[in-house]
């Protein structure tokens, strides 16, 4: 059996915004925060593969570390672009759903790039990639 990813989950502080970002910022499909869900939303990206913005003294009490309080570190979500016009259209819908831009758009020897961070800190690559097949 081959081992797939079906769920990324972020601790967030404010979870309305939170979704008015992703959904908005990134243009992510998402039916919002359900009833009797209030603790989080989620986001079908792919074929069995979803996003999951959990309000943060929710999610923290199930994770292994409970008394954590920093913002998550060591990692970076990337967003995959279909062109470089589609990267600056990501950017600019994500900088005004409340993002910050992290450095300059560039091109690098694979592609196309631009750097943010979520409302929450988390950050994100929104990236062109002609050489990855990103269907």
Not at 96 to 113: F, N, R, V
């Amino acid at each position: 059996m081959r081992s797939k990813i079906s769920f990324i989950t972020i601790a967030v502080t404010d979870l309305k915004k939170s979704v008015d970002f992703y959904k908005n910022g990134f243009g992510f499909p998402t039916k919002g925060i359900q009833d009797g869900n209030e603790e989080h939303c989620l986001f079908d990206l792919d074929d069995k593969f979803s996003l999951v913005l959990y309000r943060r003294q929710d999610f923290l009490p199930l994770t292994a570390n409970p008394n954590q309080k920093e913002k998550s570190a060591g990692f970076m979500l990337s967003h995959n672009a279909q062109s470089k016009q589609q990267v600056e259209e990501i950017l600019q819908s994500a900088l005004k759903a409340g993002a910050t831009q992290i450095g300059q758009t560039q091109d690098e020897p694979w592609g196309y790039s631009a750097s943010i961070t979520d409302p929450d800190g988390h950050q994100w690559e929104i990236v062109y990639m002609p050489h990855y097949d990103n269907n």
